[in-house]
């Protein structure tokens, strides 16, 4: 039996409609697992329900995480936000922490996973933090944006190797503040955190780069995906 994925759908405000990006799909299928698109509600006992068909959630991009996840007013920078999403995957990450199961935070999913835990996150790079790097890369995205050093003894160390590697980039919000549960496993060049996880979980773990655009030319980006499903599996 392949395990089954649970994705937070993404939702389009001027369509009020749910979509998926076929890569976060395409991905977890070539690394033998099941992917499904979980229906954005509220409702709690209609999220218990959807968590307990899951052997793992895996967090997407999309909207900016709303400033009231970490206790902050919102900037004249900040994106959209969308609360129906941000209550969402706070009442399925305290499910999923609370009984280890593997959770993965890509892009929007490592903001939402460190404010959640208490961390903070900066709004808006371009008028935040002070960089030549480039983190809102143009297409394709499947190429190298900038480089990420990998933090020694950490899982994504266990699952990459130690060093740095290449990731490709696009965001305009990030970690600024690490939540006192997330260590932190890789940092781009410029300082930026670029991966966490969180501590004491099986596997918990956000990247800020994106697998599911690169997938196809990366085998770092299988890697990854593939040790998720892996951990979902037992």
């Not at 961390?119 to 995205?141: A, F, K, R």
């Amino acid at each position: 039996m392949r395990p089954v994925i649970g994705l937070i759908p993404l939702y389009d405000d001027e369509k009020e409609s749910y979509w998926m990006l076929p890569g976060y799909m395409k991905v977890l299928e070539e690394c033998n697992a099941l992917p499904i698109m979980l229906p954005l509600t509220t409702d709690q006992a209609e999220l218990k329900e959807a968590y307990a068909l899951c052997d793992g959630l895996l967090l997407t991009g999309g909207h900016d995480v709303g400033p009231y996840v970490y206790g902050k007013e919102t900037s004249e920078k900040c994106g959209i936000s969308c609360k129906d999403r941000d209550t969402m995957e706070s009442i399925l990450l305290d499910m999923a922490l609370s009984d280890d199961k593997p959770v993965f935070g890509i892009c929007r999913g490592i903001q939402f996973m460190n404010a959640y835990l208490g961390g903070d996150l900066y709004q808006d790079l371009p008028t935040e933090y002070e960089s030549t790097v480039e983190h809102h890369m143009e297409p394709p995205y499947d190429v190298a944006a900038h480089k990420v050093r990998i933090v020694e003894n950490t899982i994504l160390s266990e699952i990459l190797g130690e060093g740095t590697i290449e990731v490709n980039s696009y965001h305009h919000q990030a970690v600024k503040s690490p939540a006192k549960r997330a260590e932190v496993m890789a940092v781009s060049e410029d300082g930026l955190v670029e991966a966490i996880s969180v501590k004491g979980q099986k596997f918990a773990v956000g990247v800020q780069w994106h697998p599911e655009f690169s997938y196809q030319v990366n085998e770092n980006s299988v890697k990854l995906v593939q040790a998720f499903v892996d951990a979902c599996k037992n």
